[in-house]
Nanobody, 117 residues
Framework: QVQLVESGGGLVQAGGSLRLSCAAS????????MGWFRQAPGKQRELVAD???????NYADSVKGRFTISRDNAKNTVYLQMNSLNAEDTAVYYC???????????WGQGTQVTVSS
């Protein structure tokens, strides 16, 4: 199994920045792609960004140019740098990790990001 622990959420004013971190432990040798989803109140969970082990990235259109995903394979950690935040970014952000050869995805517990206007 893989355990994921997120940190870095909080309250920020519109236009501000936050950096989320997600540290993996457990069966880390099997980790493949990692990424972030978010879920706002009353809305479905949506993909924010993901990154392969080789560093290839993918972003939701709504965050392109504002968010940057990165990973440190030596530290088994994935990051989400969020700039120019706005109220629509308010959500619980969930880190995930896919494991090579496994169907089930591992999820973190979620971290709240609140952007005040």
């Amino acid at each position: 199994q893989v355990q994921l622990v997120e940190s870095g959420g909080g309250l920020v004013q519109a236009g501000g920045s936050l950096r989320l971190s997600c540290a993996a432990s457990g069966s880390i040798f099997s980790i493949g792609a990692m990424g972030w989803f978010r879920q706002a109140p009353g809305k479905q969970r949506e993909l924010v960004a993901d990154i392969t082990t080789g560093g290839r990235t993918n972003y939701a259109d709504s965050v392109k140019g504002r968010f940057t995903i990165s990973r440190d394979n030596a530290k088994n950690t994935v990051y989400l740098q969020m700039n120019s935040l706005n109220a629509e970014d308010t959500a619980v952000y969930y880190c995930y990790a896919d494991r090579v050869g496994y169907v089930l995805r591992s999820w973190g517990q979620g971290t709240q990001v609140t952007v005040s206007s």
